[in-house]
Each structure stands twice: as C-alpha cells, then as structure tokens.
C-alpha cells in the first residue's frame, strides 16, 4: 500500500489549498516533507518550516552524495536559484507512517523511480480551464502588484507540462475534481487516503 500522497495539478486548480487542508487534517496522520530550496530565506519565513534554506555548497554536495530525488532550477534576476526534495531522513517508508507531498508532473515522475509506484499515490487535482482562469485572476487582483503577464504564461506552460500525454505516461488514472466546493473534492480524497494508503 502507498505511503506517500503526491498532490499535483495545473496553476490555480486548487492543490496549494488541499495538500494545506490534507496536511493540517489530524485524523489522516500525513507528515509533512519539507523540500530544500538555495533561494534567500524571505521575511517571514522560518528554516525547516516553508523550505530548508541552503547555500550552493551544500546543494551541491548533497547531489554528489545522490541525496537529491528531484530538482528544479530557476534562471531569476538574483541568480540561479534550485529547489528540490531530498532523501534526508524525512521519508522512511516501511516504518508506518505516511507522507504527503505536493509537486510538479515531473517532480512525480522522479520519485516514481526513485522510491518505486507501489509506494506512490498520486492526487492529480483537475478544474476546467474557464473556472481555473477566472480563479487564477481573482487570486492575481488580490495581490498588491498583480502579474496578469506571469499569470498567463503559467497558464499556458500548464499545457504542456501536464499534457493528456504527460498523465497517461504517468499512468494517473484517477482524476480528483475541484470544479464545485473544495469541502466535496477533499471529502473524496480523503475517503480514497483512508482506503488506499497505509494506515
Ligand atoms: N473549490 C474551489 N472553489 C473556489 N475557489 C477555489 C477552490 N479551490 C481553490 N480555490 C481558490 O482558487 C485559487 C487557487 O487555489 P490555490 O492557490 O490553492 O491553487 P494552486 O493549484 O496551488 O495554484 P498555483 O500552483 O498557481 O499556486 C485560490 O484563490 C483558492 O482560494
């Protein structure tokens, strides 16, 4: 039986919002994994609870090691900043617990084969395109610089990267719908947490 709940969906499906509610949710017992990032800790934020910050070197050195499961990097204005999830000691499966995660198709892609697909339960979070877009531009308006441009090249990356071709090659089969509330969307994973992972 799987041990760890992979949340994924397209920018503004709602997974920021469920793998929270997922998270935060007692009776499911899920722990938290948090990734690493070398990206300057912002105001706000604490070491070990958003990211674990690292320097380059360290970065570095863990990827020598082979401790990185899976990587992105970022070309900003401050440089390249690499976020990614390591095999530091926060996933140990066969000791009963169980893990959530949220990630891109990719990142997913990775700890398929880094940890094998029986321990893997993907959570692919899905809303029509017209819903996402209206959310996604109400959440943009609320922000105090709206980035309508980054917004809409978001949207349309999203494509790509979780193209009908990209799901099936991941053999996700099971879709979960945010279309109507969050409350009926969630209710429906955790039914499938509780009757699918290891408990
Ligand atoms: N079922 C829902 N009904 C109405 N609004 C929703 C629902 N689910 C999420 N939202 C809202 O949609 C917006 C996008 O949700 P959220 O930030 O969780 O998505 P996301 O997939 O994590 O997006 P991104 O990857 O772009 O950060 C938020 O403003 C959130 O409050």
Redesign the pocket.
């Known amino acids: 039986m799987p041990e760890i709940a992979f949340i994924m969906?397209?920018?503004?499906?709602?997974?920021?919002?469920?793998?929270?509610m997922l998270a935060d949710d007692k009776e499911l017992g899920l722990c938290k994994v948090v990734p690493y990032t070398t990206r300057p800790m912002r105001s706000g934020e604490t070491q070990g609870v958003e990211y674990n910050f690292v320097d380059d070197a360290q970065a570095d050195r863990m990827a020598a090691e082979g401790r990185i499961i899976e990587l992105r990097s970022y070309n900003t204005v401050h440089g390249i900043w690499r976020y990614f999830t390591a095999d530091d000691g926060q996933i140990e499966l066969g000791n009963g617990s169980r893990y959530i995660i949220?990630g891109t198709l990719e990142a997913y892609k990775k700890f398929l084969r880094y940890f094998g697909e029986e321990h893997i339960m993907p959570i692919y979070?899905e809303?029509d395109d017209g819903?996402?877009l209206e959310?996604?531009l109400?959440?943009e308006r609320?922000q105090q610089a709206p980035d309508y441009e980054e917004m809409c090249r978001?949207f349309i990356a999203d494509c790509h990267d979780f193209s009908e071709e990209n799901i099936a090659e991941c053999n996700i089969n099971k879709r979960y719908s945010?279309?109507?509330?969050?409350?009926?969307?969630l209710s429906e994973i955790r039914r499938d947490i509780g009757n699918m992972m290891i408990n």
Do not use: P
């Open positions: 969906g397209k920018s503004s499906s709602g997974k920021d919002s469920i793998f929270r949220i979070i809303v819903i996402r959310r996604a109400e959440r609320r978001r945010n279309n109507a509330a969050i409350e009926q969307c």
